[in-house]
């Protein structure tokens, strides 16, 4: 559970001296630079930063859907260049197929070649089956197994997405926002599942997210990622108590923990509320509608 890093545990993930340009018409874009990260075995660690500082760009590179520009990635101490049965991805946009239902959405990663093994397809196929009854079932899904995903609301499309990641109990999970279309009340559900997933499978996760609270609430270690080009600014350990509760929110060490993690995104992005640009803003518009008002004739209208 969050709260203790098992450091004697071996290296699961290892990332060294990773840069990432990606050549683009307004010139080339420095996505990452030196990136030096250990992810231990059953570790779950959040990525957290401000918004194109990187974050999908380097999951992306770990699990093996990009190539780095310098530098690269280590899985089980073998190096990583294409996706693999022992890595999952869940994306930050919806990525179901549209001619395929719920159900067999949540299936069709075991079709895949990179997750199809002959010897293991037939032993695991009732332990498989029963595995997405249960994913279907403990996601709210049961109801929808045969609907399609134009027949889904975000959030459920999201749902889909999770369990398919879910079904062949990868090793290691890679989480791009993963719940950021979700509502609160089922983002907390989702939450609860992933810490129980967590505990009762141990996987090694690694966590995208916009938000700060999830990422102290669910991780064992926060990175921030400070933006242009994206590099590593700093890492908190989370010292929590082992049982989350949403309580736990309300304590003065998580409260304090968050502002230390946001700050340091805040100072690291360049980011503030920049008062005068915003009264310029309002100026704007002030001086843009006493424009129309002046030459608006009195009692009519406006379009
Ligand atoms: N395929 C691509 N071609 C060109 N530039 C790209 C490409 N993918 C990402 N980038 C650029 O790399 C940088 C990092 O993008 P990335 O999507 O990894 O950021 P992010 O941290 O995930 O952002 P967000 O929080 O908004 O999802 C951005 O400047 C983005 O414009
Ligand atoms: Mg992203």
Redesign the pocket.
């Known amino acids: 559970m969050p709260g203790e890093v098992p450091w004697g545990i071996a290296p699961k993930i290892e990332i060294e001296r990773l840069s990432?340009r990606?050549?683009?018409g307004a010139g080339a874009?420095e996505?990452?630079r030196g990136i030096d990260l250990v992810i231990r075995e059953n570790e779950f660690v959040a990525l957290v930063?401000?918004?194109?500082?990187?974050?999908?760009?380097?999951l992306?590179i770990v699990a093996g859907l990009d190539a780095p520009s310098e530098g690269g990635v280590r899985l089980n101490g073998l190096p990583v260049s294409v996706p693999g049965k022992e890595r999952a991805m869940v994306f930050?946009e919806y990525t179901l197929f549209p001619w395929l239902t719920v159900k067999e959405n949540v299936r069709f990663s075991r079709g895949l070649k990179a997750h199809f093994n002959i010897h293991d397809s037939l032993a695991q196929t009732g332990w498989m089956v029963e595995r997405m009854r249960a994913l279907l079932d403990v996601m709210g899904l049961s109801h929808a197994a045969d609907a399609y995903p134009n027949q889904l609301s975000g959030g459920m499309r999201q749902r889909v997405a999770i369990a398919r990641a879910l079904l062949s109990r990868p090793e290691v999970l890679l989480m791009?926002?993963p719940f950021g279309a979700l509502d609160a009340q089922t983002r907390e559900v989702m939450h609860d599942l992933t810490l129980h997933l967590f505990q009762l499978e141990r996987p090694t996760i690694l966590f995208?997210t916009?938000d700060v609270e999830e990422a102290i609430y669910l991780a064992q270690r926060v990175v921030v990622?400070a933006?242009?080009p994206?590099r590593i600014d700093s890492e908190f350990r989370v010292n929590l108590p082992r049982e989350r509760h949403p309580d736990l929110k309300l304590s003065p060490e998580f409260i304090a923990l968050k502002r230390d993690v946001l700050q340091r995104i805040r100072a690291s992005s360049g980011m503030t509320t920049d008062r005068a640009a915003l009264r310029r803003v309002a100026a704007g518009g002030e001086g843009a509608r006493a424009k129309v008002n002046a030459s608006t004739p009195p009692n009519r209208k406006l379009p």
């Open positions: 990432k990606f050549a683009s874009v996505a990452l930063g401000a918004s194109g500082c990187g974050k999908s760009t380097l992306r930050q791009d926002e995208v916009h990622l933006p242009r994206g």
